[in-house]
């Protein structure tokens, strides 16, 4: 819902509070999930999370959520859905150059990054989309990666991508996991 | 029988080694790293399979200009390829600029066209993130943008200097490429233009070429602030000049053209003029001469669309060149290291 998308980049301060708690649990909750298997509890975590977030945020569930440096305005709304935006096309007042009704997501991200204490995650450079992570629960995989990076952080230098974003790799691990991933979260239709 | 690359010569020039403190071998970077104030001009990209449409378009431009910009689709309109028209200006003997939007092609095909290119001779590379396809000829095509502008810089980066894929596999000859971007100072958001332009250079970019500069207050301040940031001194900025064809161009271009900005005191201007054309182009040369006063400015990108006729009197009145020679001419006649 565009309204309260605008709501959440207003109150990003507010979310981002939020966001860290709820971050928190999911590592804590890493052994739990590790018990019971990532696979298993998969579904129902995404299921939850697409709800809330997608009631929140339009959430698209590309499965690499950014929200905390991107000031709670899901980059996923922007129709060339940059992940380092805004582009040059921003039309007058702020408006998105392809849907002119719509405030562009990346002016609102700058806006709302204004007001967040971990603001300056915006200016970090985040990596592309990984298109086969897309329905996955992102939550999930930050519970995974910020414990495996608890775990051992000299795995860290293994893969190019990482290497070569390595700021967002430690911001929003998510965009650029090196954790194995559960075959429930990878989407089989697009790697095929 | 096979040919191999010995009975190519011509063809099969080595991959030359950048000269000392230089990231490629591009003359452009040899022109903006000797200190000289650059002139780029963008080519306007022919409707037709023929190569003397895109030599014929390039030769006045060259005369005057260091480097020629191959535009991508640009306007999400469908013209010649950008990496076809750099391979054709390479044989000739220009240094172009390879311009790849992320509109219209994926990662996949963008790694594999960066080093298709830097094969062809193209040494200066602008990534953009490309206009949406609902300006252009065909709106109903498929939007991809599986790159932004600066993750693709970071990734072409990446080839160059760590010489691998954003997958890890090894590229065994890297692509030796001067990185360019975009920048819009004149349009929204103004506060944060200054800091994705820092964005931009932390994710590779070493030149920047801005969209068309109409309004110089505001420009001014992008480059104050980006100054405090201390962008002039880590990033080449070339400011986007060129002359309006008339008032009504100039007012289509504006509602119709992406990201364009024309303040109403430039469109009354060309309102007023008897000859409009004369008129864009005094202001054109204008707008370069206080651009070039601006501190932390390296050159100007001309980008006259259907008035490529005016560009050589532009650049030669506004005085920029001083005299020198451009190395974006044909081999033989001002190419290699200016040495004015």
């Known amino acids: ?192 | 029988m096979s040919p191999s690359s010995s009975d190519f010569p011509e063809l099969m020039r080595g991959y030359e080694t950048p000269p000392p403190g230089h990231v490629s071998g591009s003359r452009l970077e040899r022109v903006l790293r000797a200190g000289k104030f650059a002139v780029t001009a963008e080519l306007n990209p022919p409707d037709s399979a023929d190569p003397a449409d895109v030599f014929d378009a390039a030769q006045p431009l060259g005369e005057v200009a260091d480097a020629l910009n191959a535009t991508d689709a640009s306007g999400a309109n469908c013209h010649m390829s950008s990496i076809g028209i750099c391979a054709l200006l390479t044989r000739a003997g220009y240094d172009p600029v390879y311009q790849i939007s992320c509109r219209d092609r994926n990662r996949i095909a963008i790694q594999g066209d960066v080093l298709g290119a830097a094969a062809m001779g193209v040494r200066n590379v602008l990534c953009l993130t490309g206009d949406g396809v609902g300006v252009g000829d065909q709106p109903g095509a498929k939007p991809v943008f599986d790159f932004d502008s600066i993750s693709l810089l970071r990734a072409i980066r990446t080839m160059r200097d760590q010489g691998v894929f954003l997958s890890g596999r090894k590229i065994a000859r890297p692509p030796r490429m001067f990185l360019g971007a975009a920048e819009n100072p004149c349009v929204e958001p103004h506060q944060w233009r200054p800091d994705r332009l820092a964005k931009k250079v932390e994710a590779g970019a070493e030149f920047i070429q801005t969209n068309y500069i109409y309004d110089l207050p505001l420009f001014e301040k992008f480059m104050s602030r980006a100054r405090d940031l201390g962008l002039d001194k880590r990033v080449f900025i070339l400011a986007g000049v060129g002359p309006l064809a008339s008032a009504k161009a100039a007012r289509w271009m504006r509602s119709n053209v992406p990201g364009i900005h024309i303040p109403d005191h430039v469109i009354d201007r060309m309102e007023k003029a008897a000859k409009p054309g004369d008129e864009g182009k005094r202001l054109c040369i204008e707008l370069i001469q206080q651009i070039r006063e601006i501190k932390g400015v390296a050159g100007v990108h001309v980008m006259a669309y259907r008035r490529e006729h005016q560009v050589s009197e532009i650049i030669l009145e506004s005085g920029v060149l001083k005299g020198r020679a451009t190395v974006g001419g044909r081999r033989g006649r001002g190419a290699g290291v200016p040495t004015a």
């Not at chain 1, 702020?94 to 002016?107: D, F, I, Q, R, T």
């Not at chain 1, 329905?135 to 990482?162: F, M, N, P, Y």
Request: some cysteine; charged content about 25%.
């Open chain 1, 1 to 192: 819902m565009y309204r309260a998308r605008l709501f959440a980049v207003r109150h990003a301060r507010a979310f981002e509070c939020i966001y860290q708690r709820l971050e928190r649990l999911m590592v804590t909750l890493d052994p739990v999930f590790a018990r019971i298997g990532y696979n298993r509890v998969e579904r129902s975590v995404a299921l939850i999370e697409r709800g809330v977030k997608g009631l929140l945020f339009d959430c698209q569930m590309c499965g690499q959520c950014a929200l905390s440096s991107t000031g709670m305005s899901c980059p996923m709304n922007c129709p060339k859905q940059l992940r380092n935006g805004p582009c040059g096309g921003v039309r007058p007042g702020g408006y998105c150059e392809v849907k002119p009704s719509m405030k562009c997501v990346w002016c609102l991200a700058w806006e709302g990054a204004e007001r967040m204490e971990g603001g300056d995650k915006i200016r970090e450079v985040l990596p592309p989309v990984d298109h086969s992570l897309k329905g996955s629960s992102a939550w999930l995989r930050v519970s995974r990666e910020k414990a495996a990076q608890l775990r051992q952080s000299r795995d860290a230098a293994k893969t190019t991508l990482a290497q070569a974003f390595p700021g967002a790799r430690e911001n929003e691990p998510s965009t650029a996991p090196l954790a194995p991933e559960p075959p429930n979260a990878v989407n089989r239709e697009a790697q095929r």
